[in-house]
């Protein structure tokens, strides 16, 4: 099946500096990958979509400037999570669909921990 | 390695029962998650179960059983509403997730 990783795995940082996530699609080619943040035990709560070449679509309450995200190319998309903090401590997950239809299925990254200290 | 099974697509009636199996192989285990996703929608979180049984939680309930790598969903009462992919996801021994594909359940009237 359709393979999605992400690095790194987990990262621990200063608050203040700026961490960059990978999401990459390793046996297909993602033309909308989707950015989650897990909180301990719950929801995966919808960041941001992002479609290869063009802007990402926020959310409502997502600091676009605090998040930034590029998909440059059908099969990596990033995340910098910019001066980071503590409440930015989270676990984030990517998913990438081969197309744009709603119905496309998503597969999941194994997700990134990032603790801010 | 690592793998996560789960039926790709089962078909229910409303108002019936309906049990939607995930087996996993992960290195460690720290917990398995099942969510419910509608088309176009996020994942919605349904359970986390990291002991051995059954946890109910209104019409839907999840089930485990660590030594064999098994889980269970089990929808009650169906709904049309229920009609969705039901995700099955384990989490290893560094916390990171191993996911299922994903099983479509359609409802029927």
């Known amino acids: 099946g359709a393979v999605v990783s992400q690095h790194p795995s987990r990262v621990i940082c200063k608050s203040g500096t700026s961490v960059k996530i990978e999401c990459r699609s390793l046996?297909?080619?993602?033309?909308?990958m989707f950015w989650y943040r897990q909180f301990p035990k719950k929801s995966l709560m919808l960041m941001a979509t992002?479609?290869?070449?063009?802007?990402?679509?926020?959310e409502q309450g997502v600091e676009k400037d605090k998040f930034l995200i590029n998909h440059a190319s059908l099969t990596l998309s990033t995340l910098t999570v910019t001066s980071a903090h503590p409440e930015d401590s989270s676990f984030y997950i990517c998913?990438?669909?081969?197309?744009?239809?709603?119905?496309?299925?998503?597969?999941f990254g194994p997700g990134t921990r990032l603790t801010v200290l | 390695g690592q793998n996560i099974d789960q039926p790709t697509e089962m078909t229910a009636t409303e108002g019936a029962i309906v049990q939607i199996n995930c087996t996993y192989q992960?290195?460690?285990?720290?917990?398995l998650f099942w969510y419910q996703q509608h088309a176009g929608e996020a994942p919605t979180f349904l359970s986390y179960?990291?002991l051995d049984g059954l946890e109910e939680k209104g019409r839907f309930s999840s089930f485990l059983s660590r030594s064999k790598g098994y889980s269970y969903l089990l929808l009650k009462e169906l709904q049309m509403k229920d009609s969705a992919s039901y995700l099955c996801?384990?989490?290893?021994?560094?916390?990171?997730?191993?996911w299922g594909a994903g099983t479509k359940l359609i409802i029927k009237p």
């Open positions: 992002s479609n290869e070449g063009s802007k990402a679509t926020y």
């Open positions: 179960n990291v």
């Open positions: 998913s990438a669909t081969e197309g744009l239809a709603d119905t496309d299925t998503q597969y």
């Open positions: 046996d297909f080619q993602a033309t909308t």
């Open positions: 996801a384990a989490l290893d021994s560094n916390y990171q997730l191993i």
């Open positions: 992960t290195s460690g285990f720290n917990g």
